[in-house]
């Protein structure tokens, strides 16, 4: 509970909740007290669909929806007049809802088209032109309810929400570089799947922090805070950070590979191994860039002096998996903590 509470993705997606209740809300108050619509069903629906994570995003949904709401009551009406209200019609407003939302530009919006024809259909309104009027203001109300608050109330960064998710992953690398250590230090066997699957979690991790950065960029599209630009340039690094993090999670998996291979457990050149790997366990764990170098000049000297034998192709290949790992991390080491400065920092900047 405390981790949610201290995680800003959290709290962003929690204010997009609460935006979303009161667009909808506002939008049908405004089509029922203001405009006197009748059965205004359409104006909190639009608004719900259009709050979207983004300022840029709302406008695009918001356009697209305007777009798919006009084609749906169009078909409405006119399959209404030609076959009226029966199953030949309700078939044919779907079909013709669903061909048109799998046009580029709506396909986003793949079944409002679909639905609106529908909802407009079966409802009776197909026959009546003042109604189908009144069902194209009711939406461009909740539209334009939703793009005004999601723009003018708080609009989304979704910064420091990347910034969170990309922080934590380094952590949970040195944390299964120890566990791998501990277990085989305990001589435990049978963990090698497991932690090939830990590793998979982390890639799915990666793939989310390259999605929730793709989205931070795009929430500083258009955005008027005055934040915006600072932010977006202290955010330019994400990339780079996550591209090691993919290099050190798919060493490791090789690394999980080769040390299934190892034929003897207790060789001494194993042993020095393990030490160097917990080193770097723990250095990446505590973001601490002094003991990854220093381990990694332990590693070069371990590697001028083993004597590892027959054994030595196998010594080799995990040797070159941790450097790499230490390669790949150092950088992230060195950029913790991800994250974005507060209004202080980037006035300075």
Known sequence: MLARLKDPLAWTNASQVLKTVAAAVIAWVLAVHVFDIAQPFLAPWAALLTVHATVYGTLKRGAEQIAATVIGVLVAFGAGHVFGLNALSVGAVVLLGLVAGSMRGLRTESTTAAATALVVLTTGYSDDGGMLAARLLDTGIGIVVGLLVNLLVWPPLRDRGAAHQIDVIDDRIGDLLCDIVATLCAGREG???????????????????????????????????????????????????????????????????????????????????????????????????????????????????????????????????????????????????????????????
């Open 191 to 349: 963990t090698f799947d497991e932690w090939v699957d830990r590793a998979n979690a982390l890639d799915e991790e990666i793939k989310e922090g390259w999605r929730v950065l793709g989205q931070a960029r795009e929430s500083g599209r258009l955005n008027p805070r005055l934040a915006t630009p600072g932010r977006m340039r202290a955010a330019e690094g994400f990339d780079g950070i996550l591209r090691r993090l993919e290099q050190a999670v798919a060493e490791t998996r090789s690394m999980i590979g080769t040390i299934s291979l190892v034929p003897a457990p207790t060789a001494e050149w194993l042993t020095r191994w393990l030490d160097l790997l917990h080193r770097v366990g723990m250095a990446v764990r505590d973001a601490d860039v002094a003991a990854m170098r220093a381990v990694r000049a332990d590693l070069d000297a371990f590697a001028r002096d083993v004597d590892a034998g027959d054994q030595w192709p196998i010594c080799g290949a995990l040797l070159v998996n941790l450097r790499n790992i230490l390669e790949a991390l150092d950088v992230v080491a060195d950029a913790q903590p991800v994250e974005v400065p507060g209004p202080s920092a980037l006035s300075t900047t």
